[in-house]
């Protein structure tokens, strides 16, 4: 099956500063899902990105669905932000596959 | 529009017990998914669900299975609980499935002492 691969796995952010999360992936896709996890552990959608790149707010996302590769990108950090952030891919009708995450600290 | 429902959101089991978890999709939605989020696997899938029919199974044992009614609502059953099946149950729903965005519950949250 497709395999879903994350960087960086930790981050710490002083607040207002920038980050780029990365996620790899094994195979074609036609779903590409970035979440964000708070810690009550519900998962908000981000972004449903399967190629080309969308903005909302502080957040983008690019996807270079020929290379394999989405990058999700925060800038000015807030400690809101903090949270677990996860990329999930499917293609066909398949179920979706999560990475492992990225956690992602934002300290005042 | 109301979001998608899980019931309950806590519970506390012993090993060897049953548990039963609800999901009600968002209105219209008739594809319910349901993933397993653990600290060592993280998430896991499943089972998926469209039109009362279980489209797809992840790779768990017996133990684990689900259903869906008529209404779109699905329900999931653990028997025999082991320590292990301690984790965050989580529902999604979607209009149909393949290339949709899946929208989540807040999760169900077992403990299995």
């Known amino acids: 099956g497709i395999q879903v691969e994350q960087s960086p796995p930790d981050l710490i952010l002083q607040e207002g500063a920038n980050s780029t999360l990365r996620c790899n992936f094994s195979?074609?896709?036609?779903?590409l899902q970035w979440f964000h996890q708070n810690p009550w552990g519900q998962l908000i959608n981000l972004f449903y990105?399967?190629?080309g790149t969308k903005q909302n707010g502080r957040l983008s996302a690019t996807t270079v669905a020929t290379e394999r590769y989405s990058l999700l990108y925060i800038s000015s950090s807030q400690t809101t932000d903090s949270g677990v952030y996860f990329c999930?891919?499917?293609?066909?009708?398949?179920?979706?596959?999560f990475g492992k995450g990225t956690r992602l600290s934002v300290i005042a | 529009k109301a979001g998608v429902t899980q019931t309950p959101r806590y519970l506390i089991k012993t090993r060897g017990q049953q548990v039963t978890l609800s999901c009600s999709p968002i209105s219209g939605h008739r594809s319910v998914s349901w993933y397993q989020q653990t600290p060592g696997q993280g998430l896991q899938f499943l089972f998926e669900?469209?039109?009362?029919?279980?489209?797809n199974k992840g790779n768990f044992p017996g133990r684990f299975s689900g259903r869906q009614f008529s209404n779109s609502r699905s329900e999931m059953n653990v028997s025999t609980l082991e320590l292990g099946d301690s984790a965050l149950y989580l529902c999604?729903?979607?209009?149909?499935?393949?290339?949709?965005?899946?929208?989540f519950g807040a999760g169900s949250r077992l403990t299995v002492l």
């Open positions: 999930a891919v499917g293609s066909g009708n398949t179920p979706l596959v």
């Open positions: 195979d074609s896709v036609n779903n």
């Open positions: 669900y469209f039109s009362e029919t279980q489209r």
């Open positions: 999604a729903s979607s209009p149909s499935p393949g290339a949709n965005v899946l929208t």
């Open positions: 990105i399967p190629s």
